[in-house]
């Protein structure tokens, strides 16, 4: 994602136009060049190494939204053998869809051990998870930023954000500003 500030967005149908939402113009549609199941949207960095998936799952039954957002961060990374570092979690909006809860976590993970082939140092990932409850749905949506080495400027210190973090920020608070459900009978059956 070596665009920074002059990111251009567009609107992308996902799910055969049932949602639509704002994704970096130079981001395309991963089912072009692989498969991806129904349940899923991916979609990649024409110029990197980043991307933004979607994922239509089961709602999983928590006692609260942020338990179940755990329990995606959990499946998301158990078995990676990588250490994940939490670095915010909260509650968020989204701007067309106030009604709907919105649970956000960053993390970054962190290979322990390496295989030898390429690698990143690092990934950091936004994870939002939006809660239908009325459809018995969950939409998982990851913003995966992988950061290789020799391939980005690295922060000052650990505590402050890469470029390529700053932009994946970027594309996560455009997802909460523009991610709309246009169809809900996508979700029936």
């Not at 149908?13 to 049932?18: C, D, Q, R, S, V």
């Not at 113009?25 to 190494?49: C, K, L, M, N, W």
């Not at 402050?160 to 500003?177: C, F, H, Y």
Request: proline letters at 5%.
């Amino acid at each position: 994602m070596p665009h920074s500030t002059a990111t251009t967005f567009k609107s992308t149908p996902l799910y055969g136009g049932a949602i639509a939402v704002d994704l970096p113009s130079h981001f395309g549609d991963a089912s072009t060049i692989r498969q991806v199941p129904d349940h899923q949207e991916v979609f990649v960095d024409a110029d990197g190494y980043s991307s933004v998936v979607f994922d239509i799952l089961e709602h999983v039954e928590q006692p609260t939204d942020a338990a179940a957002l755990e329990y995606h961060l959990r499946d998301l990374v158990a078995g990676t053998g990588d250490s994940t570092r939490v670095v915010e979690q909260g509650v968020k909006g989204l701007e067309k869809m106030s009604n709907t809860s919105v649970q956000t976590i960053t993390f970054v993970q962190t290979p322990t051990q390496r295989s030898g082939r390429k690698e990143p140092d690092f990934v950091a990932v936004h994870l939002i998870l939006l809660r239908i409850k009325q459809h018995t749905t969950d939409i998982v949506i990851t913003v995966n930023v992988p950061h290789y080495p020799g391939e980005y400027e690295q922060a000052a210190n650990q505590e402050e954000k890469t470029e390529l973090m700053k932009e994946g920020d970027r594309v996560a608070q455009r997802i909460l500003e523009s991610f709309e459900i246009k169809d809900w009978g996508l979700f029936d059956g």
